[in-house]
């Protein structure tokens, strides 16, 4: 049969833990494929805004282009030479910054020579294959390099003219590039890389961004790129991550608050129990402590009812013996009413003041007998000329009681005992002293508790409610004092109740 607070622990792992787990486990399995498919739709999305800007740009660029060759194409066929009407044209065509135009021979036709090394660039490329290719296909062609378009047109008289010019690259980033991408809304960072991946453009400074995707543009701009950056920490990865991070903090706060309060619905279960348990010590052991004196009280007091004791000397020694077992047995019963009225709340103190060292003698004068009789060594020094203290001095007297009683009780092969009384920082010190078991460090908080018992102390075969110390605290605090210990076990313990003077 398992206990409650197994069957507790058994239930609260089936009931919560393991749905709780479930959850995470659940949980991360999901936020995991979630980061791994908004990585997907990111890069998805970011190519297809690389693509969509990417050919904005060409478009752009090429209407430009076929502007400026269209009017071109009407220069060329006005009437006289072609000269000026290309001059006025170029100075208001700022993306053309190289032209020339070669006769169908090889011949240049405009400028009148080529300038710096062009004919060294240009010079080739309009020899080549590519008029030729360009003559068939019939459209214009773009030598990536060096930014070269190539197209023919025809002059005047239908000869066929090669046009060649050079793109001007301030103007292609200032009125294609920046007008196009500048105005696109986005997180991400966007340039344009030639072909050697110099970047030509970029809307934003690149810094430490890094690149997410390049796509290549088409035939207007061939062989460069338009990539897609990010900025550091922006990153959908990061950003998932930053959730993720986020969830699992939440699921882990989440489990240890399901823990700890299974934890503490355990512990609160198991100081049920053992409350319980301790209860029913507690009955058991007040009703020993009732019978034992009652019993001897009856036994002596038959024996002397019955005349048998001659000798007047064991005769008072019976009375004795029936005083004493009287006073114990209401000093338990005293303690067990006070700790049920504290309990229920309804304990009150008489304060009045008291001097201290009459209290002092008097409670240990009630146990001149058991003292005498178990040879005890009893050492009492009460400072001179303490102050009367207010106090409730039937309390604080029986707080006093249940200390002697216990160093009696809990005495080993030493028995001595000492009571001394003194002022140590403002306050009055009652500690009883004895060379008894001694308490384990452990255990020292734990006596005061209510019912508790030093491994039930059966075992050091002394009878007792648990109650006494419990009563002490309770006294000493009601008094705005404390009680304290001090013990080693087989070396004996000191218990020191302290009681503010109070107002003089
Ligand atoms: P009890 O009725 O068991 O004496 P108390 O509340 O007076 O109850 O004490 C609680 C426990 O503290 C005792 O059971 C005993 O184990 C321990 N104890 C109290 N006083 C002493 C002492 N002077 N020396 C050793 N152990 C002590």
């Keep these: ?46 190519r ?20 400026f060759l269209d009017r071109l194409q009407t220069a060329l066929q006005t009437e006289g030479p072609p000269a000026r009407a290309v001059d006025a044209l170029l100075v208001d065509s700022p993306l053309v910054r190289r032209l020339y135009l070669v006769g169908r021979r090889g011949e240049l036709l405009y400028p009148r020579a080529w300038k710096d090394r062009d004919a060294a660039v240009f010079g ?52 294609i590039l920046e007008t196009t991408l500048g105005p696109l809304e986005s997180q991400t960072i966007l340039a344009v890389l030639d072909h050697e991946g110099r970047t030509v453009y970029s809307r934003a400074p690149i810094g430490d961004a890094q690149r997410v995707l390049s796509v290549q543009f088409r035939d207007v701009l061939p062989d460069w790129r338009l990539a897609v950056y990010q900025a550091p920490g922006a990153a959908p990865r990061q950003a998932v991550r930053r959730q993720v991070m986020l969830f699992t903090g939440a699921l882990g706060v989440l489990v240890a608050v399901i823990v700890a309060g299974i934890v503490t619905t355990w512990r609160l279960m198991r100081r049920e129990t053992e ?10 052991n007040v009703s020993h402590d009732l019978k034992t004196p009652l019993s001897v009280i009856r036994m002596f007091g038959e024996t002397l009812e019955m005349g048998r004791v001659t000798d007047e000397g064991r005769r008072q020694e019976y009375y004795r013996v029936i005083t004493r077992e009287g006073e114990r047995l209401t000093r338990l019963i005293d303690n067990v009413l006070d700790f049920s009225r504290i309990e229920g709340g309804r304990q009150t103190y008489e304060m009045t003041p008291t001097p201290i060292e009459p209290l002092v003698r008097g409670t240990l ?41 216990n160093a009696i009780k809990y005495s080993a092969d030493d028995r001595a005992l000492t009571l001394d009384a003194r002022i140590v920082d403002g306050r009055l010190v009652i500690a009883v002293t004895d060379r008894g078991l ?32 419990a009563l002490v605290r309770h006294i000493a605090e009601a008094h705005g004092g404390d009680v304290t210990v001090a013990s080693a076990p087989g070396e004996g313990s000191r218990f020191s109740l302290r009681l503010p003077l109070g107002r003089p």
Excluded: H
Excluded at 275 to 284: E, H, I, P
């Design 1 to 46: 049969m398992l206990s409650p607070s197994a069957r507790f622990s058994a239930l609260a792992l089936l009931a919560i833990v393991a749905p709780a787990m479930i959850v995470a486990v659940l949980g991360y399995v999901s936020i995991r494929q979630w980061e791994a498919s908004s990585e997907l739709l990111y890069r998805e999305q970011a």
């Design 48 to 67: 297809d805004m690389a693509t969509m800007a990417a050919e904005k740009v060409e478009m752009t660029l090429r209407r430009a282009e076929d502007t």
């Design 124 to 175: 080739p490329l309009v020899s080549e294959s590519e008029p030729r290719k360009l003559e068939r296909s019939g459209k214009r062609v773009v030598i990536a390099e060096n930014q070269i378009c190539l197209a023919w047109l025809t002059r005047r008289g239908g000869e066929p003219v090669l046009v060649a010019f050079a793109r001007d690259p301030d103007a292609l980033r200032r009125e």
């Design 275 to 284: 409350m319980a348990r301790l209860k029913s010590d507690f009955v058991a």
């Design 365 to 405: 004068e009630t146990f001149a007998y058991p003292l005498a009789q178990q040879g005890f060594k009893v050492e009492v020094s009460v400072a001179p000329d303490l102050p009367d203290v207010a106090m409730d001095a039937d309390a604080v007297g029986q707080a006093l009681a249940n200390l002697i009683d």
């Design 438 to 469: 001694g308490i384990a460090r452990e255990e020292q908080a734990k006596i005061f508790e209510k019912f508790y018992r030093v491994g039930r102390s059966d075992t050091q075969g002394r009878r007792g409610s648990g109650v006494g110390l």
